[in-house]
């Protein structure tokens, strides 16, 4: 469900929905737009994978920055693909909560990163000193901010490149995810049939 093709098979491309599958139990719409170039999203994701890792991000760490950005793009994909991802590790009013800019349940250093995440969406050049000091008055580094950056830009890179070529969020999410996921959800591409 986009607005260009499926790709003819190949290897690389039966390899991420092998993924998809073990790790969902489908193939999502995403995967087959990015299986025209397997390389892109496989470097993509690798990039993400190393900021992760070698700056101390938690999985749920994660999941409220793609979560807060997604949101806040107006990317229904991202939205519920990661609010049903970090629902699985937290809950899904946390998740519907994040989903709605509703922070409060944050602790100070995640609130920071939404609030982060969410301004860079919104306007980059609206930045200012004082959104760096709060980062680092929650702990964050210098280091760190760097790549907490990069790693939002990355992920509104991927989102922008599916909302732009149509991608839908996949049917069988009305399933898999959790139901005020969904009703948190009023923005962006309509899931598919």
């Known amino acids: 469900m986009s607005f260009i093709e499926w790709p003819d098979p190949s290897p690389e491309a039966e ?3 092998d993924d998809d599958r ?3 139990g489908f193939v999502m719409n995403a995967s087959r737009l990015w299986a025209h170039q397997p390389k ?5 994701f690798a990039l993400l994978g190393r900021i992760a890792e070698e700056h101390g ?3 749920r760490q994660r999941g409220i920055l793609v979560t807060a950005c997604a949101s806040t793009l107006g990317d229904s994909y991202c939205s519920v693909a990661w ?3 970090l629902a699985n590790v937290t809950d899904e009013h946390f998740a519907a909560a994040l989903l709605r800019g509703d922070d409060g349940d ?3 250093a995640d609130h920071a990163l ?3 995440s969410r301004k860079i969406t919104r306007d980059p050049n609206s930045t200012t000193s ?3 000091a709060t980062l680092r008055e929650t702990g964050w580094t210098d280091r760190q901010i760097l790549a907490i950056t990069t790693f939002i830009a990355l992920r509104l890179a991927f989102s922008t490149v599916n909302d732009a070529l149509g991608a839908r969020p996949d049917a069988e999410y009305r399933s898999v995810a959790p139901p005020t996921v969904l009703d948190a959800i009023t923005y962006g591409r309509p899931f598919a049939d």
Do not use: C, V
Request: no cysteine; proline share 4%.
């Open 15 to 17: 390899a991420i929905f």
């Open 22 to 24: 073990a790790h969902l």
């Open 40 to 44: 892109l999203q496989e470097g993509i």
């Open 57 to 59: 991000l938690t999985f």
């Open 83 to 85: 609010a049903t991802k």
């Open 106 to 108: 944050l602790s100070p």
């Open 114 to 116: 939404a609030a982060w």
């Open 130 to 132: 004082a959104d760096i």
